[in-house]
């Protein structure tokens, strides 16, 4: 027997098809080093080190072995600093990230890369038998749609990386809305912030510390330009991004979709207006305002312009008027008393989405932000800027996913990739 040698079936109700959840055997023990869930990472920018790397390191039950980047210098800040941490050499370097997918020593990974790449490593690290933390948000709806598919088949775990549901501002608005203590919901607004204008480039020759066509991957060929694979640049670029919307939106409106208890489904209806940055390679929405319409008459406002999150019922009103920064409400109370013990308790973990994942490898639940929640989130995302290349409103059937009265949007729920990469069978 090899070391993934404990099998838990999960039963497809329909058909009664039973699918391996596969753990490996260095789970089933205490924490002593050969009994701790193994960590590839793979992106070590600024986030992925400062954010994700740091977390893993400090979680006592898991061990980082190996850290991959296209950018040569920050694969070995990388290295150096797991090294350095753990006191040993434990830790490798990998240039291409697929050496990591075919290691057999490795449990799961951590994805903190460049949004075109998120949707395309998760599926190539679950279909070689890991369990996959990747930072958010996916680049089409039929990205999302087959991660979220990919993962109910398999069994495997998946988190989408964002700290909301672990934090107390965000848990408490939504558990305050779903137990009806500001009466039926009416009325959700949001703001998020605003992209850059940043100026158009020349092309320019590539650094030799970077593999460009790596990073690249299944996007479009472009020319390199000097900050086109910054953090902030690439954000605002079609081929690989959705824009400042899509980054944040990916918080708030999580929150938003929680707390209306459609964080499963979706809205019926989406109209937006937005400003780009005419002349630009930065091509996303700076500015924009859009209008999502629920099935249950809830409209959800959001506008560029901040980081707020309010909620609007029959019997009053709470929110938040700018990120993790206090509660307010139209009676203290509301937020302020707890919900009782046979109120609607959500699922959250205090100690954040790294803590939730590794602790959901071991159990093999879902974890606070699945696959489907966070595909249903994204979904928002994307309907809004196709709403606004389009300037025209979207009727959206969130059951079958599907745009039903406009062949141009629905054309944009998915992009080609560049070959050779392939999202089924890369």
């Known amino acids: 027997m090899n070391r993934r040698n404990f099998i838990k079936s999960t039963t497809i109700a329909s058909g009664m098809i039973s699918f391996p959840n596969i753990i490996p055997a260095r789970l089933l023990g205490k924490n002593s080093p050969s009994n701790k869930i193994t960590v590839g990472m793979i992106g070590t920018g600024n986030h992925g080190i400062h954010r994700n790397l740091n977390m893993f390191l400090r979680q006592s039950d898991a061990k980082v072995l190996a850290v991959s980047d296209v950018f040569k210098s920050r694969m070995i800040k990388a290295h150096k600093m797991t090294n350095d941490y753990y006191k040993n050499n434990d830790c490798s370097m990998h240039s291409d990230f697929r050496e990591i997918l075919d290691r057999d020593d490795i449990d799961t990974v951590m994805i903190s890369t460049p949004d075109h790449w998120h949707a395309l490593m998760s599926s190539m690290a679950i279909r070689r038998g890991k369990d996959v933390i990747c930072e958010k948000p996916t680049l089409t709806v039929a990205e999302g749609r087959y991660i979220a598919n990919l993962v109910k088949d398999t069994g495997r775990i998946f988190q989408t990386s964002t700290e909301d549901r672990s934090l107390f501002i965000y848990h408490r608005l939504a558990e305050v809305v ?51 694979t910054e953090q902030q640049h690439w954000r605002h670029v079609w081929d690989y991004s959705g824009g400042k919307f899509t980054d944040w939106g990916m918080h708030q409106l999580d929150t938003a979709q929680w707390a209306n208890n459609t964080e499963k489904t979706g809205p019926i209806k989406i109209s937006g207006k937005g400003n780009i940055h005419e002349g630009s390679m930065y091509n996303t929405f700076v500015d924009y305002k859009i209008k ?43 937020v302020k008393e ?37 595909h249903r989130c994204a979904t928002l ?33 998915s992009r080609k990739m560049r070959k050779p990469w392939n999202l089924e069978k890369s």
């Open 381 to 413: 995302c994307h309907l809004g800027n196709i709403s606004m290349r389009l300037n025209t409103t979207l009727d959206w059937d969130p059951q079958k996913e599907i745009i039903t009265n406009s062949n141009q949007g629905s054309s944009m729920l």
């Open 338 to 374: 707890p919900i009782p013990e046979n109120g609607l308790h959500l699922y959250t973990c205090k100690g954040g989405e790294h803590r939730n994942f590794l602790d959901c490898v071991k159990s093999r639940k879902d974890p606070y932000f699945p696959a489907e929640i966070g």
């Open 292 to 334: 999502y319409l629920y099935a249950n008459d809830v409209q959800l406002s959001v506008s560029s312009g901040g980081t707020s999150i309010h909620f609007y019922g029959s019997d009053g009103w709470c929110g938040s008027r700018s990120w993790d920064s206090g509660l307010e409400a139209s009676k203290i109370d509301i």
């Open 178 to 228: 779903r137990n009806g203590r500001i009466g039926k919901l009416k009325e959700i607004k949001v703001t998020l912030p605003a992209g850059k204008r940043f100026p158009n480039e020349n092309e320019s020759k590539v650094p030799e510390d970077l593999n460009y066509d790596l990073w690249l991957g299944p996007a479009p060929k472009s020319p390199y330009t000097k900050n086109r």
